[in-house]
């Protein structure tokens, strides 16, 4: 179902609106997800701009994200993550769910986002777990 996120340590099942733990492998597999895609920076892009707890990088342009977890709820992380214009619409931070109001987009990422929903909440998963 279009909106419904499933966010680390929560199931949404859509049909019952029932929210059930998620299962402690689920969640640790999701961080591994998120490690990987946070490691391999031409796909993801976030060490190029920010320090990240039990990654290498000497990133300075972005937040650190030491501590994030402690900060931010899981759902405020990925709305974040997705399109921080819509906190602050003069951010340098890029939309990964989004490609409205971009301009000058290659031809091969024309209706495209940089990330799917899926990758976003691995990164959240990883975030919530290494960066308290």
Same mark, same amino acid.
């Given at each position: 179902?279009?909106?419904?996120?499933?966010?680390?340590?929560?199931?949404?099942?859509?049909?019952?609106?029932?929210?059930?733990?998620?299962?402690?492998?689920?969640?640790?597999?999701?961080?591994?997800?998120?490690?990987?895609?946070?490691?391999?920076?031409?796909?993801?892009?976030?060490?190029?701009?920010?320090? &990240?707890?039990?990654?290498?990088?000497?990133?300075?342009?972005?937040?650190?994200?030491?501590?994030?977890?402690?900060?931010?709820?899981? @759902?405020?992380?990925?709305?974040? &993550?997705?399109?921080?214009?819509?906190?602050?619409?003069?951010?340098?931070?890029?939309? @990964?769910?989004?490609?409205?109001?971009?301009? $000058?987009?290659?031809?091969?990422? $024309?209706?495209?986002?940089?990330?799917?929903?899926?990758?976003?909440?691995? &990164?959240?998963?990883?975030?919530?777990?290494?960066?308290?």
């Amino acid at each position: 179902m279009p909106g419904m996120r499933a966010w680390p340590s929560l199931v949404v099942l859509a049909l019952s609106g029932v929210v059930h733990p998620m299962p402690a492998w689920a969640e640790d597999a999701a961080a591994e997800r998120g490690k990987a895609l946070l490691l391999r920076h031409q796909e993801s892009g976030c060490v190029l701009c920010h320090r &990240i707890p039990g990654l290498a990088s000497r990133a300075e342009l972005g937040p650190d994200l030491a501590g994030v977890a402690s900060r931010m709820a899981a @759902t405020d992380l990925f709305d974040r &993550i997705a399109d921080a214009r819509t906190l602050n619409p003069n951010t340098l931070m890029p939309p @990964t769910l989004s490609n409205q109001h971009l301009r $000058q987009l290659a031809p091969e990422w $024309q209706g495209k986002t940089l990330l799917v929903p899926a990758q976003v909440h691995d &990164i959240v998963a990883y975030l919530m777990a290494y960066a308290r």
